[in-house]
């Protein structure tokens, strides 16, 4: 099914095989699938986490972000980009933070990916700050902070700026 849920036309077949793995090829593969998901899945104006909601193609979960953000570190950690691809993310992933739409600081459980506005998804009253998504989301910038520790200026914005959202 499509993301309208109409019936599509049939897959491919494809074929496939499983090989024993060590300890270390599992993780590498599960990370590897994790950052992945984050990386290449996100929305395009902040380069924060979409949520998978059909026919939502702009909407930021906050909490998930949050996940998301560790997910990065782990990426550039283990080398599946460059720390510089991850400084240019990071920078417009706070750079977008900076100016989204808060509630006395908290972040609402979806935003709105190119205007940064709450995006009400459960109903008109859902439009405020949601606390544990907020927490999700500062965990995952807390972490980043510490992660960016160069002297460069990307990384010095980075952590200036993720002191200003917390």
């Known amino acids: 099914v499509d993301e309208q849920y109409r019936e599509t036309a049939p897959s491919q077949i494809v074929n496939a095989s499983t090989r024993d793995m060590s ?13 992945r998901y984050y990386w290449e899945g996100s929305e395009k104006t902040s380069g924060l986490a979409r949520e998978n909601i059909p026919g939502r193609h702009n909407m930021i979960a ?3 972000s949050g996940f998301g953000i560790m ?5 550039t950690e283990r080398k599946f980009i460059t720390r510089e691809q991850a400084v240019e993310r990071f920078n417009r992933i706070v750079s977008f933070l900076e100016k989204a739409e808060t509630f006395h600081g908290a972040f609402s459980h979806f935003i ?55």
Do not use: H
């Open 112 to 166: 709105d990916g190119p205007t940064g506005k709450v995006e009400p998804f459960f109903g008109q009253r859902d439009n405020g700050g949601d606390l544990v998504e907020t927490s999700f989301l500062i965990q995952g910038l807390l972490t980043a902070k510490a992660y960016f520790n160069g002297n460069s200026p990307q990384e010095k914005s980075i952590r200036d700026k993720i002191s200003s959202i917390w």
């Open 23 to 35: 300890d270390d090829e599992l993780l590498t593969m599960v990370q590897e699938a994790c950052f």
């Open 71 to 75: 997910a990065l570190i782990v990426g």
């Open 62 to 64: 906050s909490g998930a």
